[in-house]
């Protein structure tokens, strides 16, 4: 019998700017996890897809995210996240974040 199993083995959080199509649009705070998806077929747990979500707030609601565009996060340790949101509320500055189709699902 075959199952599925998820772990969370990537946290990151902190401070970041965002671009949009190379032009700085502002600061935001970050929430990003990195989830391995692994099949486990009797003894074995072999890894899977991973995914990568996460949780956007703009600062002072100073600008809004539009749904479904790409944009670039630079965290506070220099690595990338190219997303985009799937849901949020601009009236909080609250969103959330998945990779855009096609690019990847590491963190550069």
Known sequence: ???????????FSGIGNVF?????????????IVIQDYILSGKDRIPSLKE?????????????????????????????????????NPIVGIYECVNPPGSGIDLR
Do not use: C, P
């Not at 019998?1 to 946290?11: L, Q, S, V």
């Not at 100073?62 to 997303?83: A, H, Q, V």
């Open 1 to 11: 019998m075959t199952r599925k199993e998820k772990e969370i083995i990537k946290h």
């Open 20 to 32: 949009k199509q190379d032009q700085l649009i502002g600061q935001v705070e970050y929430e990003i």
């Open 52 to 88: 990568i979500s996460g949780t956007i707030q703009v600062s002072e609601n100073s600008f809004s995210i539009e749904l479904g565009i790409e944009y670039l996060l630079i965290l506070n340790d220099g690595r990338e996240w190219k997303f985009w949101a799937k849901s949020g």
